[in-house]
C-alpha cells in the first residue's frame, strides 16, 4: 500500500499504525521520526502519540469491540481498514475528551484521506454500532461484558464481547488486557490470576514518566524544586537520583532540559548502571549502549571521570549516544561500532544490556506484545549468552560484569545465568535482582558477576 500524506493527528497515527506492521521498529522511533517530518502542531502531536500507543496497547481488546458489530470475518478486511476501525474504537472507548459524533466523523473522513472513500459508509456503520454497545456505568470486577480501563476499573457493555474470566482466563486475559493468548497461558501458570490481572491494568495504561538527576549538575532536591516552581508535580522515587512525574509532559519543555539537568530513564533501568558500582578513573565497557542512557549514567556515577567505550550495531544508533551525551555535558564517552570488532580490554567493568523479549516493559513498548513468538526466548539466547561472554573476556581479573535485561522471563534472565556459570568457572554471581512491572517501575532483571 503507498504512503499517504499525513495532514492530520488521526493520519499521521494511521500511517505509523501501519509502518509498524512492515517494519520492525521500535513504535517510539517510527513516531519520533514522523513527528518531525509531519508538522503539526502541539496539540496534534500528542494525539497522534496518544492514538498510536493507545491503539498498539488495546489492540486485541478493541478487535474484540469491533468483531460483533460486523458482517464479515476480521481477516477479510483490509490492514488499513482494520487500524482505522480500532482508531475510531480506540476514542469513542478511552478518549472520554472526544464526542462521539466528532470520533466517528474525523474517522470516517480517514477513508478520503487515505484515497479510498467508497469505505466512508463501512466505517460510519460499524462505529456506530461500536458505540451502542458502550455504557457510562462502571464496574471493579472482570466479566465479559465488563471492559477493562485503568486502574482496576471496568466500563460495562451491553453485551458480552470477551469469554469468560472464570471459565476461560486465559483466553480473557488475551482478549480483554490484550496478550498474546500463549503469553498469557504462560503468566497464568507463574503468577496466578489476580496477579495477572494486577500486570494487565499495568500494561494497559501509559507508563510514569520517570527521571534521572543529573548528578554532575545538579542535586535530585534542586531538581524537584525547579519542577513543583515550574507547577509540575513530582516527588523522589526509590533510587538516590530517580524522579517519578505525575504529569505527562514534553520533556523538552521541563526545566533544565537544555542545560542537562536530567535525562529520562525508568527507575527499574537506574539500578542496571548502579549494580556495577563504578568508581571514577576506571574504564568501563557498555556492549549494548545505545540510545545512551546507561552509558551517561556510568559517566555520571564517575563524576565524569574516566572512560566508557559505548557500543553498538551501528553508527546511526551510536549518534544518539553521543547526542544526550553531549546534552548533559558529560566528555568521558567513546562510541565504538562493533560491526567493525569489539574495542580491545582489559576494562576494569562492563555493562551488557542484552536485546530481550522486553516483557517488563510491554506498555513502554506496546507493539512488542504483537511480535513475540513462544520460540523467541530461544531464539535470543545464544546472542545473549554470546554477548555476556565476549564481555566478561575483555574484563581484568576481578573485575565486574553486569548482565541485564528488561525482561521478566527466567529463561533469559536466573536460566541463562545458571547456565553461563556451570560453563565458566572463572565467574561467579555477586547479587542480582528482579524487578515486578508497577512495583514501582517497569520490570527487568540485573546480575552482577565477578571475574576471578
Not at 551517561?296 to 546511526?316: W, Y
Not at 547456565?419 to 532483571?445: K, M, N, Q, S, T
Amino acid at each position: 500500500m503507498k504512503r499517504r500524506p499525513a495532514a492530520s493527528a488521526r493520519l499521521l497515527a494511521l500511517n505509523i499504525l501501519q509502518e509498524t506492521q512492515r517494519q520492525h521498529k521500535f513504535v517510539q522511533q517510527l513516531t519520533d521520526e514522523e513527528l518531525r517530518t509531519g508538522d503539526l502542531p502541539p496539540v496534534e502531536a500528542r494525539l497522534t502519540t496518544h492514538l498510536v500507543y493507545g491503539v498498539l496497547r488495546r489492540r486485541a481488546t478493541l478487535d474484540a469491540l469491533l468483531r460483533p458489530c460486523l458482517q464479515r470475518p476480521w481477516r477479510e478486511i483490509e490492514p488499513w481498514l482494520r487500524d482505522c476501525l480500532r482508531l475510531g474504537a480506540y476514542q469513542l472507548t478511552f478518549l472520554s475528551r472526544i464526542p462521539p459524533h466528532a470520533a466517528v466523523h474525523e474517522t470516517v473522513e480517514l477513508a478520503t484521506q487515505w484515497g479510498r472513500p467508497r469505505a466512508k459508509r463501512f466505517l460510519n456503520a460499524v462505529l456506530r454500532r461500536v458505540s451502542e454497545i458502550l455504557t457510562p456505568e462502571a464496574s471493579s470486577e472482570p466479566a465479559a461484558d465488563a471492559l477493562p480501563m485503568e486502574d482496576g476499573v471496568f466500563r460495562k457493555l451491553t453485551r458480552p464481547v470477551f469469554p469468560d474470566p472464570t471459565a476461560q482466563p486465559g483466553d480473557y486475559l488475551a482478549a480483554a488486557m490484550s496478550w498474546p493468548r500463549w503469553l498469557a497461558e504462560r503468566w497464568l501458570t507463574r503468577y496466578g490470576w489476580l496477579e495477572c490481572l494486577r500486570l494487565g491494568f499495568w500494561f494497559v495504561q501509559p507508563p510514569p514518566l520517570w527521571l534521572r538527576a543529573n548528578r554532575c549538575r545538579i542535586t535530585r532536591d534542586e531538581l524537584l524544586r525547579q519542577l513543583q516552581l515550574a507547577g509540575f508535580t513530582a516527588h523522589a522515587g526509590e533510587y538516590p537520583e530517580a524522579i517519578r512525574l505525575d504529569d505527562s509532559a514534553n520533556v523538552r519543555d521541563l526545566p533544565g532540559y537544555a542545560d542537562g539537568w536530567f535525562s529520562v530513564q525508568d527507575e527499574s533501568a537506574m539500578r542496571a548502571a548502579a549494580a556495577v558500582m563504578p568508581e571514577p578513573g576506571w574504564r568501563v565497557l557498555d556492549l549494548c549502549a545505545a540510545p545512551g542512557g546507561k552509558s551517561t549514567h556510568l559517566a555520571e556515577l564517575m563524576n565524569n571521570h574516566g572512560q566508557i567505550v559505548a557500543c553498538d550495531a551501528s553508527a546511526e544508533r551510536l549518534r544518539t549516544v553521543d547526542d544526550l551525551a553531549r546534552r548533559l555535558g558529560l566528555t568521558i564517552i567513546t562510541t565504538h561500532d562493533v560491526s567493525k570488532g569489539l574495542p580491545a580490554g582489559p576494562f576494569d567493568a562492563a555493562l551488557v544490556d542484552v536485546p530481550c523479549t522486553n516483557t517488563g516493559v510491554l506498555g513502554r513498548r506496546p507493539e512488542v506484545r504483537w511480535r513475540l513468538k513462544p520460540d523467541s526466548f530461544a531464539r535470543l539466547l545464544p546472542l545473549q549468552t554470546k554477548l555476556l561472554l565476549e564481555a566478561a573476556e575483555r574484563v581484568r581479573p576481578g573485575g565486574v560484569i553486569v548482565y541485564s535485561t528488561c525482561s521478566i522471563e527466567p529463561e533469559e534472565n536466573e536460566g541463562l545465568i545458571h547456565e553461563v556459570l556451570a560453563r565458566v568457572p572463572w565467574l561467579r554471581r555477586e547479587e542480582e535482582a528482579l524487578a515486578i512491572p508497577g512495583r514501582p517501575a517497569d520490570g527487568g532483571y540485573w546480575v552482577r558477576l565477578r571475574r576471578d
